[in-house]
């Protein structure tokens, strides 16, 4: 909606100094001819998840459309928080309850041309855990019931220090290549869960291979 591309512009507009300071971003691409920063028409931005700030970080990786991020309720909890995420059109996940309510938001938004991110590891992985963690299957089901290319995406997560902070930007997907005919629901919405995975590990290791050169 109007409001939120508003404030959205408000902030990258505000914001751009600091976060320049704290994250010193630099954009690579899978593919440049293919998919560079701006997006073009209704998508799905699917990142691994390093830390709260991802968020702040394609802000302004994706500065020129509003990013409808979906995002857990601890963080609506929070004031100001909380406040400032709403004003951005954050899209409320309530991980304690069975309310899907966020998916017929995030399909609401996709029919009207928007942009969805979504972190489909629904949460931060503990210091021992492989990465990124296996995805929730409500990424791989608004990917299938909307019909919108999913557009993956790696950070590394160097946020606040003195290593920049690196993201990927990879080709657009159509998951329904991951499906197979024959296959029920629950077996395609696996699959592409999966192979929405694989393509977020084939960026990172394509970031850490140009980053040693």
């Not at 606040?160 to 629950?186: H, L, W, Y």
């Amino acid at each position: 909606m109007i409001r939120y591309a508003i404030f959205n512009w408000f902030t990258k507009i505000t914001g751009w100094i600091p976060q320049f300071v704290c994250f010193r971003t630099k954009i690579y691409y899978e593919d440049p001819a293919v998919q560079k920063r701006h997006i073009r028409g209704p998508a799905i931005i699917v990142s691994n998840h390093t830390s709260v700030f991802d968020y702040a970080v394609y802000l302004f990786v994706f500065f020129s459309r509003t990013l409808r991020f979906q995002m857990a309720e601890v963080l609506f909890r929070k004031k100001p928080l909380g406040t400032l995420l709403r004003l951005l059109g954050g899209i409320y996940v309530n991980r304690d309850t069975h309310n899907f309510g966020f998916i017929s938001e995030s399909e609401d938004i996709l029919r009207k041309g928007g942009v969805v991110g979504i972190f489909p590891e629904a949460r931060l992985p503990l210091k021992d855990e492989q990465r990124p963690l296996p995805f929730k299957p409500s990424a791989a089901y608004l990917a299938l019931s909307s019909a919108v290319p999913v557009i993956p995406v790696f950070t590394n997560g160097s946020y606040f220090n003195r290593r920049r902070a690196r993201v990927i930007i990879g080709k657009p997907v159509d998951v329904s290549e991951f499906c197979k005919e024959g296959n029920s629901d629950k077996e395609n919405i696996e699959a592409v869960s999966e192979g929405m995975r694989s393509r977020i590990i084939e960026l990172e290791r394509s970031l850490n291979e140009r980053t040693k050169a």
